[in-house]
C-alpha cells in the first residue's frame, strides 16, 4: 500500500494515473477485471473512465490504450428522472452512499441490485461475472469523485472466489489515497488547461493588433509543432534517435503561442509598414498634395504671366510652355517618389541620388518656400531595402528582447522552464549574428531552431503581409537555401521538414494555389 501511494503520488497524467490505480487494485485483489468510473457533477452522471478484463484481453481508457467509446459505453444516470439518487445501479449506490459493496456472486444478489449489464455482457461473450468489490474514491473536501469496480477475484488457481473482506478496507484505503491523486491531476489539468487558454487569448490579441498578420502566431504553432511530431516518429536520418517527452512538447507549443508576445508593445504602424512612408497612415498623400499645390502654382505663373501682356502671343506661349514642362517634371518626379515609396526594389545609388537632387529643389508659393520633400521624407524614401527604418526595424526586433523580459517573469513550472529561451530564440542564428542575444549554435536548443524554422517558414510563404507580395514556392526554397548556406538556420531541420512532407502539408492546408510552382519533396537533390 505504501508503495501504491508513492506511485499514485509520481504522476501528474490523469490517464496514466487512472490507469495504475485499476492496475494496482486488480494487482494486489488478484482480481480479473476492473472498471474506474468519474463523477460528472455537472451531467450528474458517471463516466466510464478504465475499462479491464484480462480473461477477454479488454484494456480500454488511460495513455496505453484507445478512448472510451461513449456511445457503447454510456454514462450512467447518478439520479432517477424525479431528482431522487439512483440506487439500483450497485456503482450509482457506492457513488451516491459513499459505502464500499462486496459482491460474492452477482448471480445470487439480483434482487438486491440491478446486474443486467454484466448478466448481458456474460450472456454476449460467455464470460462469468462472480464476485464484484465496488469502493467510492472519496475525497477530503469534493465527496465521492469517482467509483472503482473490481470483477472476479482469483485464488492461486485462478478460479473466481469472493473478494477477501480485508481487501474491502485495503482497497477503500487505496481508493481514499487514489481520490485525493486524481483530485490534484484533475486540478493541473485545470490549470494547464487555463493557462493555456490565457496563452492563446494574449496570441490572439497580439494577432489582432494587425490586420496582415493575423493568425501568424497559430500557424507557426501548427508548423513547429509538426516538425516536432514528425522528429519523434522518425526512424532514420539525423533525428532517428531524437525524442520528445510529453513536458517537452508542451514546453515548444507554449513557446510557438507566446513566441511574439512582445509585440504587444510594438507599434502597429511598425508591425504594419506597407510603404516606406506610412506611419498612421501613408503620407505619400501629404506628398501628392504638395505636387498638387506646385502644380496649381505653375498654373498661376503661367495665368499671371498671360495677364501680364496680354496682347502678346509670343510670351503667353511660352508661358504655356514652360507651365507644360513644369507639369511633366512634377508628374515624373511624383511618379518616381510614389515608385521608391513602395520599396519593392533595392534603391541604388542613382535613385538615391535621384531623390537627394527632388529634395533639394525648392519654390515660392505666395510668400513661403516650399521644398519637394522634408528631411523626414527624404529619409523614409531612401531606404535602400524593405520599408523600415534602422530606428524602426530596432523597434521590430526588440520584440524577441521585450518577449524573453516578460516571459522570463512568469513563474513557471520546473517542466516549462524552458519556454522563455525557445520563444525568445526565434530570431536567432546559429551563425551567432540573429538577435536579441547573437546567441551561437551551440547555445540554441533544438526546440528554438524548430521554432525559427517555422517562423521563417510562415512568414515566406504568407501572402498577406502588406510590404511584399506572395511569394512562389520555387522562391520560398531558394531563400530558405541560402539561409542554411549563410549558417542562419539550421540544415538538418530545414532539409527534414522538406523532405517528410511537413512544409508540404503545410502548404496543401495554407498556402494559396497560385504560389505552388513547387513541391518540396520532390525538389531535393538524390
Not at 117 to 126: C, H, N, R, V
Not at 147 to 165: G, M, T
Not at 438 to 461: C, K, P, Q, Y
Request: hydrophobic share 40%; charged share 30%; proline share 3%.
Amino acid at each position: 500500500m505504501v508503495d501504491i501511494g508513492s506511485a499514485l503520488s509520481s504522476t501528474r497524467e490523469l490517464g496514466i494515473l487512472l490507469e495504475m490505480i485499476v492496475d494496482e487494485a486488480r494487482r494486489f485483489t488478484n482480481a480479473d477485471g476492473g472498471t474506474l468510473f468519474l463523477v460528472d457533477d455537472q451531467d450528474r452522471v458517471l463516466r466510464w473512465a478504465i475499462i479491464q478484463n484480462e480473461t477477454m484481453g479488454i484494456r480500454i481508457g488511460g495513455n496505453s490504450s484507445g478512448s472510451v467509446d461513449e456511445t457503447i459505453f454510456r454514462p450512467i444516470p447518478l439520479e432517477e428522472e424525479d431528482g431522487t439518487p439512483e440506487l439500483d445501479n450497485v456503482a450509482t449506490y457506492v457513488a451516491n452512499t459513499g459505502e464500499p459493496i462486496s459482491i460474492g456472486d452477482v448471480y445470487d444478489e439480483t434482487d438486491e441490485f440491478d446486474f443486467e449489464g454484466p448478466l448481458k455482457f456474460d450472456q454476449q461473450t460467455g464470460y462469468r461475472t462472480r464476485s464484484m468489490l465496488v469502493v467510492p474514491l472519496v475525497h477530503f473536501e469534493g465527496g465521492v469523485i469517482g467509483v472503482l469496480q473490481l470483477i472476479n477475484a482469483r485464488d492461486k488457481q485462478d478460479q473466481s472466489i469472493p473478494f477477501e473482506d480485508t481487501f474491502v478496507g485495503l482497497t477503500s484505503s487505496l481508493a481514499g489515497q487514489a481520490a485525493v491523486a486524481v483530485k490534484n491531476a484533475q486540478l493541473f489539468q485545470e490549470l494547464e488547461l487555463q493557462f493555456e487558454a490565457f496563452i492563446r487569448t494574449i496570441a490572439t490579441a497580439i494577432d489582432a493588433k494587425s490586420a496582415y498578420t493575423a493568425g501568424h502566431v497559430k500557424r507557426v504553432v501548427d508548423i513547429a509543432m509538426s516538425i516536432a511530431y514528425a522528429m519523434d516518429r522518425a526512424d532514420d536520418g539525423p533525428f532517428a534517435s531524437k525524442t520528445f517527452s510529453r513536458d517537452e512538447f508542451k514546453a515548444l507549443k507554449i513557446a510557438s503561442w507566446m513566441h511574439d508576445v512582445g509585440k504587444i508593445a510594438t507599434p502597429e504602424y511598425v508591425v504594419d509598414k506597407a510603404t516606406k512612408l506610412e506611419t498612421i497612415f501613408d503620407r505619400v498623400e501629404i506628398v501628392r498634395l504638395r505636387y498638387q499645390l506646385l502644380h496649381k502654382e505653375a498654373e498661376c505663373q503661367m495665368l499671371r504671366a498671360m495677364l501680364a501682356a496680354p496682347d502678346d502671343k509670343e510670351a503667353a506661349s511660352a508661358a504655356q510652355k514652360a507651365f507644360e514642362q513644369e507639369v511633366e517634371e512634377l508628374r515624373q518626379e511624383l511618379a518616381f517618389i510614389e515608385a521608391c515609396n513602395r520599396g519593392a526594389e533595392f534603391m541604388a545609388d542613382d535613385k538615391l541620388e535621384r531623390l537627394e537632387a527632388i529634395a533639394s529643389k525648392e519654390a515660392k508659393v505666395g510668400e513661403d518656400t516650399l521644398n519637394r520633400l522634408t528631411e523626414d521624407e527624404l529619409y523614409n524614401l531612401s531606404i535602400r531595402k524593405g520599408t523600415l527604418t534602422k530606428e524602426e526595424i530596432t523597434v521590430i526586433r526588440d520584440h524577441a528582447k521585450i518577449s524573453y523580459r516578460m516571459l522570463a517573469q512568469l513563474p513557471f513550472s520546473r517542466h516549462l522552464a524552458s519556454v522563455p529561451e525557445i520563444a525568445a530564440g526565434h530570431h536567432e542564428k546559429l551563425n551567432g549574428k540573429g538577435y536579441p542575444r547573437g546567441l551561437t549554435a551551440e547555445e540554441l536548443s533544438t526546440e528554438a531552431r524548430i521554432l525559427a524554422v517555422a517562423d521563417i517558414f510562415e512568414a515566406l510563404t504568407a501572402a498577406d503581409r502588406p510590404y511584399k507580395s506572395p511569394t512562389p514556392l520555387s522562391r520560398v526554397k531558394r531563400i530558405l537555401d541560402a539561409m542554411v548556406d549563410d549558417g542562419e538556420l539550421d540544415p538538418d531541420i530545414v532539409h527534414f521538414a522538406m523532405k517528410t512532407g511537413v512544409f508540404d502539408e503545410y502548404v496543401e492546408r495554407e498556402v494559396s494555389e497560385h504560389q505552388r510552382d513547387l513541391v518540396f519533396t520532390e525538389s531535393l537533390e538524390p
